[in-house]
């Protein structure tokens, strides 16, 4: 089954290279792009069965022995997530399949699908990555065409925005090679297994600094709460199918590698407090953000930042309980935040309008979309029987659970921004869906520029990722228990360390 | 040994110290030659993470001096690369950002912007009204108000995402400054000519 481990990265990679040689075609483009991506999410499926079989998977790349080597690895977590992952990669490709298929070429399908396949290879190959600086390469694989695409079809403010998120992108990776050099001047491995092991012979401050440092590199990707002021400048200038894969993945990427850097290399106690602390800041912070703006875009965007905060939030407190939540609530939340914002792109197609002072009358003129929105605005706020409240659930259990004032705090602060949240997701819908339509408005674009079978396609994948987020709910039992497994194995990495150090096959 | 690693430990300091220094400039060009600084002082702190010079550490070699750590040299190529080619779009997007803008400034963002327009309402309301010249002051109230949402719907306009046509869009931005500069001018103005004002990119201005 090692054949396995590197496809869902070698293969859209692949793709990228021929739709890159075939830019020109764009009907080849429009069936090559998902094909790849359908054989990534296949190859990355088997992997998830065969992690299920055997455990973690260990490939040394080149048949370099571990330490050495680069090495990659499919454990629970890793699986899971790249499964995750790439399906809603593939769901926000056949929609933007769906918008080309309508005769909006103007976005640059010959750039658009190789920058796509290529952030679909780094975002599978920073869940596999086995050593710190392979996860730098992967990182910097997806941010590289994350600024192609964060930039496509350039306009003045789309190139200002760029500007800002590319800098401090490349800001953070600077600190990120710092990070690692430091960290093999510590430790003489950038290996996760043998660091695992090497790390616990360093004095505690250094490993407290490397970790911190590791925290700043992450929470800026991440957006945690002091670092997070990119985001919502940058996200909504992109054209909205982008932002939804950002916005569903690339923060998620960066909380992921948070987790496994974190957990296996550490020292949990220092950490534990100034994590849970942040937790509620980026909470905070980022709710209470959506709730003074006016533009939906802006406003999903903040909802971003501030559901990011729960993720910190079940990592900071190191337990199984706690992880396990974050783990699920990684999950719920790629899926749920990309349908958010293909959502947006739907009523903002519908209307023509994104800031909610000129939306309006939605839910007359068309159900369908109220319906689309209302899913996962339930789902986001954590209202049963939702994925959110079953993520929100573990997590608040997970905070309840242990015995300290701050995780008592933190999980109040929880559960008062999934009111936030829901505040902010009827603000919209009482202004953009049930009132009628303000006179400020413009006229809503009679006959878009999209055909109607395009339009009811876009509307299908929609819904297609709206369903994906109910059927996380349905599927809890399993997944609650596979992710309390990933955990288990996040806090004791010898099975990890096993599979790689000893195990590796070539 | 110590000689050389700590001239390597003065320069990393002092490129990360010049680069973040650089980062921070306004200037889209001063920000580029920062994250090359910045660059330059990550590979030479990784080379360093390698330990002493050796000899170089070839299959085959025999020398009296340990070998030299290969693993951070590798490191360092692959940084190199990378930040090479990030440069170069860098540079590219500067280029473009000048093209489009006319300038090679960083420009307030929106929320700076709409901050600023907020403060300027305070302050008018908070100083300098004088009820005794006439003038109605819920009508004045309303006046700011309507001058503030013209100031925001010009921010969203020059914001909103794709399917907009660009042309004229450079310098929309500003103009909500003027705008709100102007506010006590023509309030009755704004209020009727809002649907057509956003079309032109704010030609009626000043009205």
């Known amino acids: ?158 190139v200002q925005a760029g500007m800002t998120y590319t800098v401090v992108s490349l800001m953070s990776s600077i600190l990120f090679i710092a990070a690692i050099g430091l960290t093999y001047a510590a430790t003489g491995s950038v290996n996760f297994a043998d660091l695992s092991l090497r790390v616990a012979e360093l004095p505690e401050g250094t490993r407290t600094a490397l970790g911190l440092l590791f925290l700043v590199v992450f929470g800026i990707k991440g957006a945690i709460a002091p670092m997070h002021l990119w985001l919502p400048d940058s996200y909504p200038t992109a054209l909205t199918r982008v932002t939804a894969v950002f916005a569903a993945l690339l923060t998620k990427a960066a909380i992921y590698a948070l987790i496994r850097v974190e957990t296996l290399l550490f020292p949990r106690d220092q950490l534990s407090w100034i994590m849970l602390v942040l937790a509620a800041a980026t909470m905070l912070i980022g709710t209470l953000g959506a709730l003074t703006h006016d533009d939906i875009h802006r406003i999903f965007s903040f909802i971003l930042v501030g559901h990011i905060g729960y993720m910190l939030f079940g990592l900071g407190l190191f337990s199984v309980a706690g992880l396990t939540g974050a ?21 903002q197609g519908r209307t023509g309008e994104t800031s909610l002072r000129r939306l309006g009358g939605l839910a007359r003129m068309s159900s369908f979309i109220a319906v689309l929105f209302f899913i996962p605005a339930m789902s986001v706020s954590g209202v049963p029987p939702t994925s959110g409240f079953i993520a929100k659930l573990a997590l608040f259990q997970a905070g309840l659970g242990e015995d300290r004032f701050l995780a008592y705090a933190v999980t109040g602060v929880a559960v008062l ?24 408005a413009g006229e809503p674009p009679a006959a878009s520029s999209y055909t109607r079978a395009s339009t009811r396609l876009m509307g299908t994948v929609t819904a297609v990722l709206v369903v994906g987020g109910l059927v996380i709910a349905l599927v809890a039992g399993p997944l609650a228990s596979w992710s309390s497994l990933a955990a288990a194995d996040l806090l004791d990495p010898s099975a990890y360390r096993g599979a790689v150090l000893d195990g590796g096959s070539p | ?74 490191m360092v190529l692959t940084a190199i690369v990378i930040t090479f080619g990030v440069t170069a779009f860098l540079l590219a997007l500067a280029f473009r950002s000048r093209v489009l803008l006319g300038e090679d400034e960083v420009r307030d963002d929106v929320e700076d912007r ?18 005794a010249d006439g003038r109605d002051p819920i009508e004045d109230y309303t006046e700011w108000e309507d001058a503030e949402q013209e100031d925001f719907s010009q921010v969203d306009i020059a914001h909103d995402p794709a399917r907009r046509d660009d042309t004229g869009s450079r310098g929309r931005g500003l103009k909500g400054f003027g705008r709100a500069d102007g506010g006590t001018g023509g309030g009755t103005d704004r209020g009727t000519g809002r649907g057509t004002d956003r079309g032109t990119g704010g030609g009626t201005d000043g009205a």
């Open chain 2, 114 to 131: 709409q901050v600023h327009a907020a403060r300027r309402r305070r302050e008018s309301r908070a100083g300098g009204r004088d009820y």
């Open chain 1, 327 to 347: 783990v699920l609530y990684l999950v719920h939340h790629i899926v749920v935040q990309g349908a958010l914002f293909l959502v947006s792109d739907l009523m």
């Open chain 1, 417 to 440: 921004v999934s009111l936030l949240t829901l505040m902010a997701m009827m603000r919209i819908w009482t202004l953009g869906f049930w009132r009628p339509r303000p006179k400020e």
């Open chain 1, 1 to 158: 089954m090692n054949v396995l481990v590197p496809l869902p990265f070698v293969l859209p990679l692949l793709g990228a290279a021929l739709t890159m040689i075939s830019r020109r075609r764009e009907t080849w483009l429009r069936v090559l792009a998902p094909l790849t991506v359908t054989a990534a999410l296949a190859a990355a499926g088997g992997l998830m069965a065969a992690v299920a079989r055997d455990g973690v998977i260990a490939v040394q790349i080149g048949g370099w022995t571990a330490p050495l080597g680069i090495t990659l690895v499919a454990d629970r977590l890793s699986a899971l997530l790249l499964v995750v992952s790439i399906g809603v990669l593939l769901a926000i490709m056949l929609h933007a399949v769906a918008e080309g298929a309508g005769g909006l070429g103007g976005h640059e399908p010959g750039v658009f699908y190789p920058a796509y396949l290529t952030l679909t290879a780094g975002v599978a190959l920073i869940f596999l990555a086995g050593d710190l600086f392979n996860l730098f390469v992967a990182f910097e694989i997806m941010l590289a065409s994350s600024y192609v695409l964060m930039t496509l079809t350039p306009t003045a403010e789309r």
């Open chain 2, 1 to 74: 040994m110590t000689g050389p690693a700590l001239i390597l430990v003065l320069a990393v300091a002092v490129l990360f110290a010049a680069g973040f220094h650089m980062l921070m400039q306004r200037s889209l060009i001063r920000v580029v030659v920062g994250f090359m600084l910045l660059g330059h002082g990550a590979n030479v702190l990784l080379l360093l993470a390698g330990g002493a010079a050796g000899s170089p550490p070839l299959i085959g070699e025999r020398s009296e001096r340990p070998m030299a750590d290969p693993l951070p040299q590798a």
